[in-house]
């Protein structure tokens, strides 16, 4: 890829991976969830990451999924895929998302250690050079970056951008003022939070104006009703959605860990889409859990009926 620069205008959706009977990926369960989130704009997609179980897919499932959503896709939205862990698996998956056609990666963190800075520094260093194309930085778990090694690494062209996952709101103000100084202005920021939609409003604050949205990818007319909302300054509907849709969420993602993948993945079976079983170490919702997560996305329903009933909104049509 000779341009780097890439540009997200919209909700960032993550698609879950599904799975069949046979714990097998249903590729053709996933190209229809791809397609039909796509008339909903999503301002890129983002397969094999987080919410598509990335730690459990071997390199021929992950090459498939990234494929395939590509393929769907059609250049209707940049598609970025994950790669991360082993460091020697990482460049495998960099080289095949390139080679599927994605146009660029979330690097997620490294596998089970931690190094110094200097440590991760070359572990970004070794993955960013294992193909052509460039690199937003997943700020989380063992892959924790200083203000200053991300002013270094900013010096890349081919690294375009950082997800913060770490939720230390000072040192994700310090790594915005260090990139910032470096003089980049392509440099782009996300949070990345679970269910990020609740934290937003103070990753705004302090420049960071992108985040993932787990709930497109189960509920999507419900993130582009929030979306909207942030965007034109309605604090107002803004904030209905928080209390009366994401809190609830987050309040019985909160009880189980792993539920952050889970629950979308129950939600979308909720929602008549057999995507599957999660994989081990993740489990299930339980009965009771499934009854609370149906009774939180008939809620959505009801707002977006309420707050947000233009076709053009619903459709993820520019305002």
Avoid at 34 to 52: E, H, Q, W
Avoid at 107 to 135: C, I
Wanted: aromatic share 8%; charged share 15%; proline share 6%.
């Amino acid at each position: 890829m000779t341009n780097p620069a890439i540009t997200f205008d919209g909700v960032l959706f993550f698609p879950v991976t599904p799975f069949d009977q046979h714990d097998q990926v249903a590729l053709a369960t996933l190209e229809e969830h791809v397609a039909s989130r796509l008339d909903f704009g999503p301002g890129a997609i983002f397969p094999a990451c987080g919410t598509g179980e990335f730690h459990a897919l071997n390199l021929d499932e992950y090459t498939e999924v990234v494929s395939t959503t590509v393929r769907v896709t059609a250049g209707r939205s940049p598609v970025i895929a994950g790669a991360g862990g082993a460091v020697g698996v990482a460049r495998q998956q960099a080289r095949a998302a390139e080679a599927a056609g994605a146009d660029a990666l979330l690097l997620l963190p490294p596998y089970l250690v931690a190094g110094p800075t200097s440590g991760l520094e070359d572990y970004v260093t070794a993955v960013v050079a294992a193909s052509s194309l460039p690199v937003i930085l997943y700020h989380r778990g063992t892959a924790i970056y200083s203000a200053e090694l991300v002013r270094r690494l900013a010096d890349n062209p081919k690294i375009i951008g950082l997800k913060d996952g770490h939720g230390d709101i000072g040192l994700a103000q310090e790594i915005v003022l260090a990139v910032a100084a470096s003089g980049r202005k392509d440099f782009q920021f996300f949070n990345g939070l679970l269910t990020a939609e609740l934290s937003q409003g103070a990753y705004k604050a302090i420049g960071i104006p992108l985040y993932s949205s787990a709930a497109f990818a189960m509920i999507p007319q419900v993130a582009n009703g929030y979306y909207s909302a942030y965007t034109s300054g309605d604090d107002t509907t803004r904030l209905r959605y928080l209390s009366e849709f994401y809190a609830p969420l987050v309040r019985l993602r909160d009880e189980v860990p792993g539920f952050g993948v889970s629950l979308i993945k129950a939600g979308l079976r909720l929602r008549g889409l057999d995507v599957g079983s999660v994989r081990a170490p993740l489990v299930n919702p339980s009965a009771s859990q499934l009854l609370r997560l149906g009774a939180i996305l008939d809620a959505g329903d009801a707002l977006v009926e309420e707050l947000a009933p233009s076709p053009a909104l619903l459709a993820g049509l520019p305002s």
